[in-house]
């Protein structure tokens, strides 16, 4: 059966948590925390600056998703009061997941075009 996203590509590396510059090496420490550098290679991840748009982003887009769903349910179903505490660990578990996958894809990107903070030319 073909895959749909390459073990190799940019995308694998994303979704593996690999290293961008050898492909092997692990890119988080923790849940959504990088590693300082990549222990096969020596790529120093502190040189990104991923910062907080991942986090902002998502939390967008999270939220939007689970307003929308949470007024769904309410008007098809009418459901008791306590049935919408299911939206809280599912927006938890959407933001922590979808951070991961998209502060990897970030630095990863910046990896690949070799962004770097930007300076005036004098």
């Avoid at 995308?11 to 290293?19: I, M, N, P």
């Avoid at 769903?69 to 939206?87: I, K, N, S």
């Amino acid at each position: 059966m073909a895959r749909l996203i390459s073990n190799t590509g940019p995308a694998g590396d994303v979704l593996a948590g690999r290293c961008p510059q050898c492909h092997e090496g692990r890119l988080f420490a923790g849940p959504v925390r990088f590693r300082a550098r990549c222990e096969r290679c020596g790529l120093d991840f502190a040189q990104f600056n991923v910062g907080d748009g991942p986090a902002a982003f998502l939390i967008l887009i999270v939220g939007a998703l689970l307003v929308i769903g949470a007024v769904w349910l309410d008007a098809a179903l009418e459901p008791a009061w306590w049935v919408h505490l299911v939206w809280l660990p599912l927006g938890l578990g959407l933001t922590l997941g979808g951070l991961r996958l998209a502060k990897g894809w970030l630095l990863g990107a910046e990896y690949r075009n070799a962004a770097h903070e930007g300076r005036l030319v004098q």
